[in-house]
T-cell receptor, first 115, second 110 residues
């Protein structure tokens, strides 16, 4: 059973416009959320994160919004650039407090920014 | 910055071979992970370790084993490689708030 869902496998956006990537989760114990970006033949790189005590976090062109009541988060990229074309993974964590730590990932959304 | 190094970027192995994928991190992190990435399936956890000589099965451990003899090194072992293990393998190390990944190893089993 998928606890983190990215329902859009792909998304195409014109350069300069806004990209909105969505993520839903089912586990109410998740208290931290992250977005990773992955280019082909490379490992994922951390992009931005948000704690469950916040509803928004911004870093340059990237903003993550969290709606806890809806168990939904989104990543906004404004303005989109061709170099943003990559696969974006949503991830969530629940601090188990047992000495181990694990992220649960969505299946990813492939973003294509068209020049 | 934390560095996670995977020993090979590309590997081609034959069916039935024993394959070792090596991963080293340089920040004394306790938690390390092995994932595989396949199109449409996302990142799937194979094994993880939260201390030396400790290991835990992830979601898809069948056909794999791991070794963690030293804190900085976490090895993934394919006991007898099969074609369905052709994939991108990703090692990660944890520091709050998330993982640092290695560059990945693209393994092809022929």
């Amino acid at each position: 059973d998928q606890q983190v869902k990215q329902n859009s496998p792909s998304l195409s956006v014109q350069e300069g416009r806004i990209s909105i990537l969505n993520c839903d989760y089912t586990n109410s114990m998740f208290d931290y959320f992250l977005w990773y970006k992955k280019y082909p033949a490379e490992g994922p790189t951390f992009l931005i994160s948000i704690s469950s005590i916040k509803d928004k976090n911004e870093d340059g062109r990237f903003t993550v919004f969290l709606n806890k009541s809806a168990k939904h988060l989104s990543l906004h990229i404004v303005p989109s650039q061709p170099g943003d074309s990559a696969v974006y993974f949503c991830a969530a964590s629940a601090n188990s407090g047992a000495g181990s730590y694990q992220l649960t990932f969505g299946k990813g959304t492939k973003l294509s920014v068209i020049p | 910055d934390v560095k996670v190094t995977q020993s090979s970027r590309y590997l081609v192995k034959r069916t039935g071979e024993k394959v070792f994928l090596e991963c080293v991190q340089d920040m004394d992190h306790e938690n390390m992970f092995w994932y595989r990435q396949d199109p449409g399936l996302g990142l799937r956890l194979i094994y993880f370790s939260y201390d030396v000589k400790m290991k835990e099965k992830g979601d898809i451990p069948e056909g794999y084993s791991v070794s963690r003899e030293k804190k900085e090194r976490f090895s993934l072992i394919l006991e007898s490689a099969s074609t369905n293990q052709t994939s991108m393998y990703l090692c990660a190390s944890y520091r709050f708030p998330g993982y640092t990944f290695g560059s990945g190893t693209r393994l092809t089993v022929v």
